[in-house]
């Protein structure tokens, strides 16, 4: 069964006119597991990749940007460090913010308050973070208009 995120996904890259072609992991999520993955969309002729925010992901960042570099395929990353890794791009939510929700949350707990008389939190902040020196080796010129939208850009 597709997650409600995948859903909503290849909904709106077929509104788009876009075929996204999903590749999951099986477990375990090690390295093996993940090189055979990136390893075998190179045969399905992908000409972009989006990582989607799983704990799994998470944890093998460093090394999913190290495998896309070796296609090399330009992608868009969940978190903002990928950038910094030498992903393409980071489109995510604002952690600074969501820390400071989540020590609101504790700290009415921590006064008394049931779990569940506490609304339901959803990020309202995201940032956008691109790597020109990545884009670069990919030949992609970034438009400037995306550029001034950036919160981070690495030269």
């Known amino acids: 069964m597709e997650s409600p995120q995948s859903v909503s996904l290849r909904e709106a890259a077929r509104k788009i006119g876009i075929s996204?072609?999903?590749?999951?992991?099986?477990?375990?999520?090690?390295?093996?597991?993940?090189?055979?993955?990136?390893?075998?969309?190179?045969?399905?002729?992908?000409?972009?990749?989006?990582?989607?925010?799983?704990s799994e992901n998470f944890a093998n960042r460093r090394l999913i940007v190290e495998l896309l570099q070796k296609r090399p395929l330009p992608a868009i990353y969940p978190y903002p460090d990928c950038v910094s890794f030498g992903g393409l791009m980071a489109y995510s939510i604002d952690w600074s913010e969501v820390s400071r929700n989540i020590a609101v949350i504790?700290?009415?707990?921590?006064?008394?308050?049931?779990?569940?008389?506490?609304?339901?939190?959803?990020?309202?902040?995201?940032?956008?973070?691109?790597n020109l020196k990545t884009a670069s080796s990919l030949g992609l010129t970034m438009p400037s208009s995306l550029l001034a939208r950036a919160d981070g850009i690495v030269k």
């Open 106 to 130: 504790i700290d009415k707990i921590l006064k008394g308050m049931k779990p569940g008389d506490i609304p339901i939190y959803l990020p309202s902040k995201f940032g956008l973070a691109i």
């Open 20 to 54: 996204l072609i999903a590749q999951p992991l099986n477990p375990p999520f090690d390295e093996a597991q993940y090189r055979r993955v990136f390893g075998s969309i190179a045969d399905k002729g992908v000409d972009a990749v989006m990582i989607i925010d799983q």
